[in-house]
């Protein structure tokens, strides 16, 4: 009952009640879905309203503002109420000063306040002057000390506020009598007084001060595309552009993360400049929150971005957390080693099956053709070497092997699976080392190490011993030569049946400055058959020639 607030001062006018309030409620509990929060600076419920002052000017009041213990309108008995209730005397001036409410003067463009407050009707009061409405305003302070010395007879001098009025019905109440709020916000100017007293002057009302709660409008601290943003004060402008940090494991896409603080304590609905997880760092939800975590072992991220970890390329692994590139297996290697993307490749296995499978073009003794199959693994682990990049080659090796002997097309490079070997010497064992090779050598150091590493195959070859015709005579005749022998005896001085008998005619020239006959030079060659014992060589030039005749193919006596 308003009796119980006001029980002398009502009866005496005789008028009803109404209940104000100066605040942002509707607005506070809208802006929630938005995101919107206070940064409280004084709220009566948990403060009080017993440090507030009262000030009254001389001879203008007769009870000015009286501190009453316990509201109920407020559903808090604890909270103290004041009231004043001086009408029907002219020039009332009784001010309400609150205590010192301190902020920090650089981030205190705008402040806001809910009032809510009660007083009586003057519809029908008898008594006059009657008001029905009290004057707002704040003071700046530095301290709670510049509130208390205001002198206690004299008019306060603040600065005023214009509030804003509204109608909505009063749910504390259940009567059917409309509930007004009010509207205000504060624009304090940046100066070096760190807070403000609220003021509230009684110009002939009978008004109650039931609840104030002043607070700062902040866009909450919120977490957007990997990127955190501090709890920002809302701007007096449209928005303020606040710098924000990328969240553990993150890092910028596109310089600072920054989202736009509205002046109604929401963040911009654009999305803001993102962060994105690290290298080795995929994003993932922990407690309802996006973060970046690691990769797990067996599994990398090379690049920044939204992607996940992956499965480590094949013949690699990692065995640690937040891996960027997954680690080759021993003896594995990449062919570009900084593509973490690729698999790891070895060397090839050892060359197959060396053989001799036929003496030489010409077939003579000092000449082999050394033949093998590809390895088994090229490197790639696939036997059928389907679409491998490995490139593969071979070289060759030789022990007892002196400066004559020679390889066709070459010792290294051999892209073929077979070489001739010239130069070699009768009745000598030469030793054969066939490398495999492929790109990993590349990557690698050609040393004496890295090369005992390598796949090979050994075969060792002894060379027959020399068999020579005999009684080798020449015949010419014009512009030809004719070669004449006997068949090769064994050492039981029987023929050795010989299946063929390769013959080469070369021309010697003769030096003029050494004045002697230079080295031979092939001319021509023929292969004979076994069963003969002669071969012509015509159309010559006029010169010296030096002939011989070899043997192959040697089938025994």
């Given amino acids: 009952m308003v009796e119980s607030y006001f029980p002398q001062r009502l009866l005496e006018t005789g008028g009803k009640f109404r209940k104000f309030e100066l605040s942002f409620l509707l607005i506070f509990y809208f802006s929630r879905v938005a995101f919107c929060e206070r940064e409280v600076l004084f709220d009566s419920t948990e403060?009080?309203?017993?440090?507030?002052?009262?000030?009254?000017?001389?001879?203008?009041?007769?009870?000015?503002?009286?501190?009453?213990?316990?509201?109920?309108?407020?559903?808090?008995?604890?909270?103290?109420?004041?009231?004043?209730?001086?009408?029907?005397i002219d020039g009332v001036q009784n001010f309400l000063v609150s205590p010192f409410i301190g902020f920090q003067p650089e981030r205190a463009d705008i402040l806001y306040c809910d009032i809510t407050y009660t007083v009586t009707s003057c519809d029908e009061s008898k008594v006059r002057p009657c008001k029905e409405n009290i004057q707002l305003g704040y003071l700046e302070a530095?301290?709670?000390?510049?509130?208390?010395?205001?002198?206690?007879?004299?008019?306060?001098?603040?600065?005023?506020?214009?509030?804003?009025?509204?109608?909505?019905?009063?749910?504390?109440?259940?009567?059917?009598?409309?509930?007004?709020?009010?509207?205000?916000?504060?624009?304090?100017?940046?100066?070096?007084?760190?807070?403000?007293?609220?003021?509230?002057?009684?110009?002939?009302?009978?008004?109650?001060?039931?609840?104030?709660?002043v607070y700062q409008k902040v866009c909450p601290e919120i977490e957007e595309n990997f990127?955190?943003?501090?709890?920002?004060?809302?701007?007096?402008?449209?928005?303020?552009?606040?710098?924000?940090?990328?969240?553990?494991n993150a890092e910028a896409s596109g310089g600072t993360p920054r989202k736009q603080c509205l002046s109604g304590g929401m963040w911009d609905t654009e999305k803001s400049t993102s962060c994105q997880c690290k290298p080795g760092f995929s994003p993932g939800t922990l407690s309802n929150t996006k973060q970046c975590q690691?990769?797990?072992?067996?599994?990398?991220?090379?690049?920044?971005?939204?992607?996940?970890?992956?499965?480590?390329?094949?013949?690699?692994?990692?065995?640690?957390?937040?891996?960027?590139?997954?680690?080759?297996?021993?003896?594995?290697?990449?062919?570009?080693?900084?593509?973490?993307?690729?698999?790891?490749?070895?060397?090839?296995?050892?060359?197959?099956?060396?053989?001799?499978?036929?003496?030489?073009?010409?077939?003579?003794?000092?000449?082999?053709k050394l033949s093998w199959n590809a390895p088994f693994n090229d490197g790639s682990d696939n036997p059928q070497y389907t679409g491998s990049p490995l490139d593969l080659w071979y070289s060759v090796d030789c022990k007892n092997c002196d400066s004559k002997v020679k390889f066709q097309p070459s010792a290294d490079g051999i892209r073929t699976t077979y070489l001739v070997v010239t130069g070699l010497q009768p009745e000598t064992t030469y030793h054969f080392r066939i490398f495999s090779h492929n790109r990993v050598d590349t990557i690698q150091s050609p040393t004496s190490l890295f090369r005992s590493k390598l796949s090979f195959a050994d075969f060792n070859y002894t060379t027959p011993?020399?068999?020579?015709?005999?009684?080798?005579?020449?015949?010419?005749?014009?512009?030809?030569?004719?070669?004449?022998?006997?068949?090769?005896?064994?050492?039981?001085?029987?023929?050795?049946?010989?299946?063929?008998?390769?013959?080469?005619?070369?021309?010697?020239?003769?030096?003029?400055?050494?004045?002697?006959?230079?080295?031979?030079?092939?001319?021509?060659?023929?292969?004979?058959?076994?069963?003969?014992?002669?071969?012509?060589?015509?159309?010559?030039?006029?010169?010296?020639?030096?002939?011989?005749?070899?043997?192959?193919?040697?089938?025994?006596?």
């Fill in 47 to 88: 403060s009080g309203l017993n440090q507030w002052s009262t000030r009254s000017v001389l001879g203008r009041s007769k009870s000015g503002w009286v501190c009453v213990n316990g509201n109920p309108m407020i559903n808090s008995p604890e909270s103290t109420l004041y009231y004043s209730c001086d009408v029907g």
């Fill in 294 to 368: 690691a990769c797990a072992p067996g599994s990398f991220k090379a690049q920044s971005g939204d992607g996940s970890c992956q499965i480590c390329p094949k013949n690699s692994n990692s065995r640690v957390t937040g891996a960027t590139i997954c680690e080759c297996d021993p003896a594995r290697f990449r062919l570009v080693p900084d593509d973490p993307y690729s698999q790891c490749y070895s060397n090839p296995s050892a060359p197959r099956n060396v053989r001799v499978v036929t003496e030489s073009q010409e077939n003579q003794i000092d000449s082999i």
């Fill in 142 to 213: 530095s301290s709670q000390k510049d509130v208390t010395l205001l002198p206690l007879n004299k008019a306060v001098d603040y600065t005023t506020i214009k509030p804003e009025l509204r109608d909505e019905a009063d749910p504390l109440s259940d009567s059917q009598q409309k509930r007004e709020i009010k509207t205000t916000q504060f624009f304090v100017p940046r100066t070096s007084r760190s807070g403000i007293a609220l003021v509230f002057e009684d110009n002939g009302a009978c008004v109650g001060i039931n609840a104030i709660q």
């Fill in 465 to 557: 011993a020399a068999v020579f015709v005999r009684n080798l005579r020449v015949s010419t005749s014009d512009g030809s030569i004719t070669a004449h022998w006997l068949a090769p005896i064994g050492k039981d001085e029987k023929p050795i049946n010989v299946s063929h008998y390769y013959v080469r005619v070369r021309k010697r020239l003769l030096d003029t400055s050494e004045k002697s006959m230079s080295m031979p030079l092939a001319l021509r060659s023929q292969k004979v058959p076994g069963n003969r014992s002669s071969v012509e060589f015509a159309g010559l030039d006029a010169a010296e020639y030096l002939v011989d005749v070899s043997t192959s193919g040697l089938n025994g006596p």
């Fill in 227 to 248: 990127a955190l943003f501090p709890k920002s004060l809302a701007p007096v402008l449209p928005f303020e552009t606040v710098a924000g940090n990328c969240v553990a």
